[in-house]
DNA sequence: TATTGTTATACTCTATAACTATA
DNA sequence: TATAGTTATAGAGTATAACAATA
């Protein structure tokens, strides 16, 4: 099991390199992008237990992204060592492109599967997972 | 779809890791013991083909499991440039240990699914990458 | 000249320890 | 004293180029 799904993984990143090269950024990266438009004020250490990252490793991805202006990032009054995070007007636009990209991504990459088997295989998997 | 592979594989590696360690082999190494084991005389192209292994990452393997006296390399007459490759009776011990160990992991990995869905599963997966 | 496999090495990804600032 | 995040660094995994030996 571990190595179909390893195969797979595979498979998919390379495909989301050749399609994505021009915006530099790999899947664990945008998976931050991603979670940060859609969660608004997010913290660090939010994203490091939804993704499974280690903090100075996602210390790195956001030096990156901010590095890009694809995100801001500011200390909440109520406690000022946390950081919150969210996207700016540009990171906004290179998500909503970068999704599309993603979602045709996805589709091809089941060609050889229904919708109802594609949706079946996430079901299964998060299964595995969590 | 690739964050959900992802994240299977991260959980199925850990446990993998978890419980062979006394084996001292990744689950990559692991599937190289597997072929040897199962295609006597398999050559480090085939399994570079086969496992998506680029050949200098392939050969460290084999040094690694060759170090543990786990395998047996010869140069076939035929071809002296080729490597032929084959599990020592160490080998086939360890291997056949480690893949109770695994099916073992396997199934408990997949609790949350049945025989049925385990099986689909893993073809849906290889539907992906194949 | 092409193929098999190796060596050396660089790059990326992941992991650990020590640190700053704030609570 | 504990928590959020950062820095520095080490280690593992993956990639590219150059090479020797054989076909």
Known sequence: MGYNTRRATLKIFDEFHQRTSAY?????EFSVLSLIGHNANVSPSQLCTE?????????KILQKLSNKHLIQ?????????????????????KLEQLEVV??????????????KQL???????????S
């Open 51 to 59: 993704l499974s990252l280690l903090p100075p490793n996602l210390t």
């Open 102 to 115: 993603v979602s045709k991504l996805e589709r091809d990459m089941a060609s050889k599967l229904t919708d």
């Open 73 to 93: 990032r500011y200390r909440p009054d109520s406690d000022k060592r946390a950081i919150y995070l969210k996207l700016s007007d540009t990171g906004k636009q």
């Open 119 to 129: 949706e079946l295989l996430m079901e299964l998997l998060q299964r595995i997972y």
């Open 24 to 28: 530099a950024l790999n899947p664990v």
